[in-house]
């Protein structure tokens, strides 16, 4: 049985290559920024001057520590206020649904047909062309 020796790839093809797949990672991690669709905590609560470490749920010394730590020293602060007490948006937009359905079953599909032809090309190159 002959040794399998794989197809060459040129130097410009493996740097083609690695360009796409930067493109691809730079995109699929930039995408949801510039769509706004990162981060759930979009809704602060009001702001309070008046709120107080408890008022704001940080009811233990740790917690209250470990803000201090990060340079928030008073409750009162707006920004840690923001912080704290944005909370999640759970909706679901069927729109966005739709679209994360079909890339996703789509790119199932490509993956499916790709891998097929590639496996019917190696099967060939080692045993021969038997259709």
Same mark, same amino acid.
């Not at 130097?11 to 995109?27: E, F, R, S, T």
């Not at 510039?34 to 759930?40: C, H, N, T």
């Given at each position: 049985?002959?040794? /399998? ?44 001057? %008046? ?8 009811? %233990? ?23 704290? %007490?944005?909370?999640?948006?759970? %909706? ?14 789509? /790119? ?24």
């Amino acid at each position: 049985m002959a040794r /399998y020796v794989p197809p060459h790839q040129s130097k410009i093809g493996q740097i083609i290559d690695v360009i796409v797949l930067l493109v691809l990672i730079v995109g699929a991690l930039r995408l949801p920024l510039w769509f706004d669709l990162a981060g759930g905590a979009k809704t602060p609560a009001p702001f309070n001057a %008046t709120a107080t470490w408890a008022d704001l749920g940080q009811d %233990t010394p740790e917690k209250i520590a470990a803000y201090k730590a990060l340079g928030y020293d008073n409750p009162d602060n707006e920004a840690l206020q923001a912080i704290i %007490t944005a909370r999640y948006d759970y %909706t679901i937009n069927p729109v966005e649904l739709a679209i994360m359905v079909i890339v996703v079953v789509g /790119y199932f599909f490509l993956i499916i047909r790709f891998s097929g032809s590639e496996y019917k090309e190696v099967i060939a190159e080692k045993f021969g062309d038997k259709k």
